[in-house]
């Protein structure tokens, strides 16, 4: 959606993430950049170069938090030292919407730093839910979270993975980062269509969505971000802003980072997309021949 | 199994330690299959097999907590070669999981845990700590707080017993070998990254760089930020135990008694010393107010 309560009725355009690499080139050249996504735990630190390039960026960019460590799956509590520095830091940034993912990582006080894949059960979305509202009440912004890549399916599961993610949201009542890389690669190593997936997703909750490179390997296909966009994640791209109508979207790219114009050129690729896109979206519309054929493959 | 017993047993699985060839083992602690223990929880698809899928989770977390703690210890690697650091980095870690939200501190105790493990050190124990406690200082200089400097004029109400506090930034090490030289050496030719990633990780070797010769001869370093870089500055015997005692809470005029307790310098020569040692640490900031609470 173009601007809902979910992303803090901002209508934000094509953004890519901050990386170290870039900064040197930001600072000279003075890109026009419509916003940056900043990994909160780069930032959640006491003091230092971090920090101040932060607050350069700050002044002149758009900047939205996107976590790595919340793990709203988690059957155990939040990190409450954690909350405390993520809260100060969306004070300083004024982000808009913060997203993190619907995974977990974290048992014990153990932590894995990976995003693992939950078990869909309906215990699961009550724990996650919970997680999801303390976290919301806690930052006082709203709160989207992202779809993983997963490599493994679970026994216990007892719903898909769109109808667990519909399920959280609802009960969270929070927003979506729907991430289509990430949609296409469980679909490569799960064996579902992604199409069927991006169609269940409430799009009223859609507060961003993500686009990034993978790579596939013989058996499996892992969720690298490390090179450009790959034509069938930018036809489910595609589907999602059919339905959606513009939205917020970010290209992530975080191994093997080129330049920072490769990078910015890559992700404004999504504007041949946004710009033919209608706001409201109606859904099944066809906006443009080269979309279409993506949308119907 | 409910959520947690689920989480607690996966957990398990994608932290048990790899084969010695980044292979998940076949069978676990007690003996069982890792296997079957797999498709208790795991199902198989089309491709991969129950313990496959786990295998993928199991080598990505290994990938990632030794490839975070070798990017803050560039010059050890350097200086153990890639073998006997990788052995290193995995040994440690098994004794030393996250227990933190942040990558950052992952490697904190490895000078600690490395005292307690000469066998890694390539018989030269003394030089292999002071290179680990000098990289992990540098960690700690770069993004550890600053507070509000004191500047020269407050230093005139200073007394015997002012409290004075040090930059959380600045870190104070005694070393027996110049190591200064070796990690800027290879610190040159490595560039630091972010903490944390989107990316699922790969394995990477270290650089080679040429490594300085290094003979015993103590140094005395203060490792601080100064204008978002972070530096080496070697000290005096004299101020270096000024500067610690003022770190252990010690009052002014104490803390200057135990740095000149067996100095040779005359009264002129010390006065002339603290004059300077001050103007240094007002150029440098690296005295700050104490906090409100703490009096
Ligand atoms: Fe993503």
Known sequence: MPANRFNGFSEYGVGIGLRVPHYDHIFAEQPIVDWFEIISENYMVDGGRA?????QILDR??????????????????????????????????????SDHLCWGSVDGRYTHDLLPMPYTFEAVRTTAARIREVQDFLEIPIAVENVSSYAEFHQSEMTEW???????????????????????????HGFDPFEYINSVPVERIAQIHVAGHSKFEKYTLDTHDHPVLDPVWGL???????????????EWDDNIPSFNEVHSEALKANQYLESSTPPAIPGAVVSSNVTEAVHP | MNLLEFQRRMAEDVMRPLTPDFQMRPTMSDGSSTQARAESYIKPND??????????????????????????????????????????????????????????NLGSKLPQ??????????????????????EWAYVEAFDGASLSPLMASDFTFLTAESNLRLQPHLQLLDLKYPVDELVLAVHQETSRRDIMSNAVSERKQGSKVRLPKMRRSPIYLAIHRYENSVYYRRLDHEAFLLLIALQNGRPLGSALEAAFVQSSLSPEGQAAKIQEYFSHAAELGWFCKQAENEG
């Open chain 1, 51 to 55: 920090l101040e390039i932060l607050d």
């Open chain 1, 61 to 98: 960019y758009r900047v939205v938090q996107h976590g790595v460590s919340m793990y709203f799956g988690s059957a155990q509590p939040a990190d409450r030292e954690h909350l405390k520095r993520l809260k100060t830091l969306t004070r300083r940034t004024k982000t808009p919407w913060l």
């Open chain 1, 163 to 189: 109808e667990f993610l519909n399920e959280v949201v609802e009960a969270a009542d929070c927003g979506i980062l729907l991430d289509v890389n990430n949609i296409y690669v469980s679909s490569q190593n």
């Open chain 1, 237 to 251: 791209y595609a589907r999602a802003i059919e339905r959606t109508g513009p939205t917020a979207t970010l290209l």
């Open chain 2, 47 to 104: 491709q991969l097999t129950s313990f496959e899928r786990l295998e993928i989770y199991n080598r990505q977390y290994w990938f990632r907590v030794t490839e975070a703690v070798a990017e803050d210890y560039p010059a050890l690697n350097a200086l153990l070669g890639d073998t006997i650091f990788s052995r290193l980095i995995l040994e440690y870690l098994k004794e030393n999981p996250s227990t933190s939200f942040t990558l950052r």
């Open chain 2, 113 to 134: 845990w490395l005292e307690a493990h000469p066998e890694f050190a390539n018989r030269r124990q003394d030089l292999t700590l002071d290179v680990a406690r000098l």
